[in-house]
C-alpha cells in the first residue's frame, strides 16, 4: 500500500520534505492557513514526480475543523500513515510586551494543531491496526541546553510546549506501535519578516559552508529518517550546524 503523509506547512522546510517524500512514492496531504498559493504550488510540484497530492485549507487550532481535513486527505489519498507537523509562527515579543492573543495564536499553531491532528489520527491508526507516525519540528532554542534567543517569546513558548508534549506522547502511544519524535531546527530558511543582518546572526559562526538549501535537505532527510525508523520514539535530533554549542 502507498503510504499517505500528512504535511502541516506548505512553505520553507516544508516544501522540502514534501519533495523528499514524494521522490519516494509518498502521496502528500498539505494543510495550510493563510498560504494557497504556495499549498497548490508546492501539490503541482510533487504531482510531477509521480505521486498523488492535495491540499486543503484548515485552521488546524480549531479542534472542531481538523476532522474534516483529515477525512478529505483520506478520501482523495488514503489512510494517512505519517503525520509531520511542520506549521509554525515565528512572531515577536518579549516576556513583558507579550499579550494572551499572541500566545494564543502560538499554542494554537504550535501545540493545539499538532495535538488535535494527533487526536484525530490516533484513532484510525488503532482501529486499523496502523502503527502510524509522528515527526514534529521544534528548535533548537527549546532542548536541553538550548540557547533562546531575544524578542521572539511567543514563538519560544509555544515550541516549548511542544516539545514538552514529545516524550508524553511516545509513552502514551508506546503499545499502539506508533512512534513520536522531533527535529529541532536551528535557522534553517530566512523567514521573510527576518532580516538578513538578523538571519546572519543567527547564522554565524556554525559549521562553515552551511546554505539554506543544505539545512532544508539535511531537515528533509532527517524527517525521512524518523519516519523509516520502527524502534525510535520519544527522540529529539537537534539540527542546527553547531549553534547551541555557541
Known sequence: ????????????????????????????????????????ELVAEVRQLGVRAEAVQVD???????GGAVKFIEDSLGPIGYFIHMASLFEDG???????EQLDRSLGVHLY?????????????????????????TDRI???????????YPYYVGKAALQAS???????????????????????KRPPE????????LRANILPDITDEGMMEQAADTVRFFLNADFITGQTIVLDGGQNLL
Open 166 to 188: 514529545i516524550k508524553y506522547w511516545a509513552k502514551e502511544h508506546l503499545r499502539d506501535g506508533v512512534t513520536v519524535n522531533a527535529v529541532a531546527l536551528g535557522a534553517t
Open 113 to 137: 494543531g499538532a495535538l488535535w491532528l494527533k487526536q484525530a489520527l490516533a484513532p484510525l491508526w488503532q482501529e486499523r491496526g496502523q502503527k502510524g507516525k509522528i515527526v514534529v519540528i
Open 194 to 201: 527576518v532580516s538578513e543582518e538578523e538571519w546572519q546572526a
Open 142 to 152: 527549546v532542548v536541553p541546553d538550548g540557547h533562546p534567543y531575544l524578542g521572539k
Open 60 to 66: 488546524i487550532s480549531d479542534p472542531d475543523r481538523v
Open 1 to 40: 500500500m502507498t503510504e499517505v503523509a500528512l504535511i502541516t506547512g506548505a512553505k520553507r522546510v516544508g516544501q522540502a520534505v514534501a519533495r523528499k517524500l514524494a521522490g519516494y512514492g509518498v502521496n502528500i496531504g498539505v494543510t495550510y492557513n493563510t498560504s494557497p498559493k504556495e499549498a497548490e
Open 94 to 100: 518579549s516576556s513583558q510586551t507579550t499579550t494572551k
